[in-house]
């Protein structure tokens, strides 16, 4: 595991500046107009000076915070630090335990709406900005005892998670319907996923370029031609290690070279009901690989596209950690911003 560096906010007593301009008409010329010590839990600032001010333009009142604190009366930094402790596996209750043995007293319900608060502020920050490229995953987490299915995009330019639904990834309606408003938010160019034929679809649909993901092409392609080498006639031997190669290389005329392989091998009828001889199986691989090709190759012309869908895995793997710990969620909505802080980790 990497080390962890925590960046937690400062947290002043009193307010080392004053403010520069009113919030509410930008006027410069503010008088002080009062001033009151608040109480505030945090492991080390008990109590924080927090001054009036009154704008002499449009008179106007506002208090001015000292650095890390705000209206709430936790500090930034204690909220920070619980929202931190439960990406790293703790409970609710298990993070107010903690702040008690630092003399912070805190309700478990607090912790879980600080984690909420952060995962907020998350969102926030991500929705604006504009992401390129992503890579889309389905997964199953536990909530309220059952496996549910979500789907995961990720920023694959900073391995950072920017969307997860209750979504099936097998059902492409569901999937179009989630991805659109993303895409069209983030202004995505190119997806990455593996080859599963909803996204296929989607990525038509929705104009989008398609990388797949070549770990899943190799694997499956890699088992395909393992048992063709078990059921085909020995001639046509050649063709199969014609495939590996060219998926060893991903050339660029690929495509159009497992199409001439394709017309090279005689077309039969099938034998039985149903069932297709491996010349057959062999044939439909050539056309699938060959009409998919361009799919394999994305990341060759477009550099900031990768070539395989790892990004998106490893951020779904933590979320899978996190969610297998986690008891009591409050809302359904609140688990999936959990795991959305869960899977962007705790810096
Ligand atoms: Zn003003």
Redesign the pocket.
Known sequence: MPIVVLKLPDVKVYAENRPRR?P????EILQRWGGSMRTIRDHRVKEALVYRYR?T????TFRHYPEGIDQAQQSQRLRKLAAICWTLGLSHRGIAAIFAIFGVGIAPMTAWRDVQEEAQQLRRRRIWKPVRVIGLDGAYVLGWGEKRPVLVAVDLGEGKPVAIGYVDEHNPDAVRRWLEPIVKRLGVSVIVTDDLLTYRGVAEKLGLEHQVCQFHVRRWVGKALHELQESLPQEWWWVLEEIKHLVAELPPEGGRHLFELWKQIPERRMGQEGVRSPLEQLRNLLIRMSEHWTSYRVFDWQKDVPWTNNGTEQIIGKMKVRSRTVRGYKTKSGMLAGLMLAGSGVC
């Open positions: 009113c509410s008409c930008k006027g704008c333009r449009c008179r106007h």
